[in-house]
């Protein structure tokens, strides 16, 4: 039987997409006895046909192939520990770790922190919130977040941005609920932003921000933190928006596509540009700023790398639901 898997594992990797199909719906079909076969493909560099092809067998395998790969983690063989970390971990997320491995895990985590400067988050496209870095403890409470943990500012940007950020699951009387994971970044400090906080962090969460709207979600948080605010940069649909909270209301916002597209009165760093604006400028800052990073640059924090000097503490991973706590989201997180 080795020889006849070994066949099938070669045919991976044909350029035939009826042959290397058909492999895989047959690796499938023999059951978790292929998961050492596959291993050893699965941290391949680049984005081979093997390797592609490899991991998509496993994701099939699903739990079928859990006992064999927690078996390796234990037992070995030691060429193939490694691997079967990170296939557990996409399989069913950190949860399916024995108690070593999450103390492993965690520990590198911590290790990570204490070195991790500079950091830098997403600059080119995104939603996020900003809130003051002093009212983390009211903004976890006003936005519902359990399982507040430490992370890097790596592994956090994947989880919310790259990774599974939601799931849907059933609670004790059957109900069906969605529970989103979302990342706090360190706090940033900014010097010149308007007001007197000049440190923020920002909340980052796709499907969270999504799902129940980031100008919404920043108008409740305003309502806890005294002012929150909203962003979004959609180059694909050449969109973007910035939208201003204090405490519970609307202040300023702006949106390519709403109109008006402004909303509430210039801000004073709006002032500044329309009043400084050349003749090229002139027509798009007539009403006010219509760049989501401008406005963040002025109002919080711009997105992008961070200085070392102005960055504080760590980030938290949270979900939105206490019965799903971190370890239950699936994918391989980069520390």
Known sequence: MPDSINALVRDLSDDDRSVWKAAEDRLVALGAQVVDHLLP????EGS?????????????????ALPRLREIRRQGPGRLRSNALKVLVDLGGTENLDEGDRSAV?????IKILNELPVEVPSEAGRWLAFPANRLDDAV???????????????????????????????????????????ITPEFENPYTEGDHKRWRMLWGNSFLDELDGFELAKELSGRCGEAHFYVLDPYNASENWYVALDGHTRRSYSTYAYPQFEGEPMPFEAWYMENADEDEAEAYAEGVPDASKAAENLSVEPGRQLAEDTYGHGWLATTHPDVPNSRFKGVLPI
Not at 52 to 61: C, I, M, N, P
């Open 41 to 44: 493909h699965v941290g391949e």
């Open 106 to 110: 965690e520990r590198l985590v911590r």
């Open 48 to 64: 081979s046909r093997l390797r592609r092809s490899a991991e998509s067998v496993l994701r099939r395998l699903g739990d079928t």
């Open 141 to 183: 409470a006003a936005l519902g977040l359990h399982d507040v943990r430490p992370v890097t500012t790596v592994m956090g940007v994947a989880a919310a941005t790259q990774a599974t950020d939601s799931l849907e699951f059933q609670d004790a009387q059957g109900t069906t609920h969605r529970a989103y994971r979302v990342f």
